[in-house]
């Protein structure tokens, strides 16, 4: 009697484990087969472009998702800049979804960061008005003793629902290991930036 008991249990277990595991691995696939059908472009400054390493993110993301990530990254590329180029990419490529990764070189320059929050606003906006989404990526200040990121972004973020990466990036510029230089990832810290990204979009957008 007690062994009927306990197979009835552990079948009970196994319905209820099922019925947790299968919607998350079925949301896993559809949104993979999503992904793979949509554009992807990922806008930004060297962080973008990817350089200190073989790879950028946005290749790296590529090769997660297993769909072409077009990469429009420019090194040295300053919020201002970045607004007046945006239009044109929106125009050419009729993006589903812009990873935008941008105003790193506003904090290295020390410029007015309240304009770079002006810039990176009117960036988001027009993405929305060109029908895609955004998902965001906070920049720390380089610049800082701790390279915290800064807040503006988080407020960006709350103000216009965006799918949102806070810390990462300020993570692997924190650690020596992940960096090839004071400001940029190298090969390992830009796979763990895709795998974040990626991370994120897979869960739903």
């Known amino acids: 009697m007690k ?11 196994f ?10 691995s079925l949301e896993y696939d ?7 059908e949509i554009k992807i ?6 962080i ?3 350089v200190g390493a073989k790879k ?7 090769e997660i998702l297993k769909t072409a990530v077009i990469n429009e990254g420019v090194p040295g590329e300053t919020s201002d800049e970045g607004l007046k180029r945006l239009p044109k990419v ?3 490529y009729k993006p589903d979804i812009v990873i935008l990764c941008h105003g790193g070189n506003d904090i290295l320059r020390r410029y007015n960061l309240a304009d770079t929050k002006k810039n990176l606003q009117h960036m988001i906006e027009l993405i929305h008005e060109n029908n895609a989404k955004v998902l965001l990526i906070g920049v720390p200040n380089f610049s800082g003793f701790s390279m915290s990121v800064e807040k503006f972004y988080e407020e960006l973020a709350d103000e216009y629902d965006l799918l949102f990466i806070p810390e990462a990036l300020a993570q692997i510029i924190n650690n020596p290991d992940l960096k090839s230089d004071s400001v940029h990832p190298n090969d390992k ?3 763990l930036l895709a795998s974040k990204v990626a991370a994120l979009l897979l869960e739903g957008f």
């Open 15 to 24: 319905l209820s484990y099922s019925k947790f595991i299968k919607p998350s």
């Open 3 to 13: 062994l009927i008991v306990t197979i009835f249990l552990l079948f009970v277990l």
């Open 189 to 191: 810290g830009y796979e």
């Open 90 to 92: 929106l125009e050419k």
């Open 30 to 36: 559809k949104n993979m087969q999503i992904l793979k």
């Open 56 to 62: 950028s993110y946005p290749e790296r993301l590529g």
């Open 48 to 50: 973008t472009k990817g």
């Open 41 to 46: 472009v990922a806008f930004g400054d060297s």
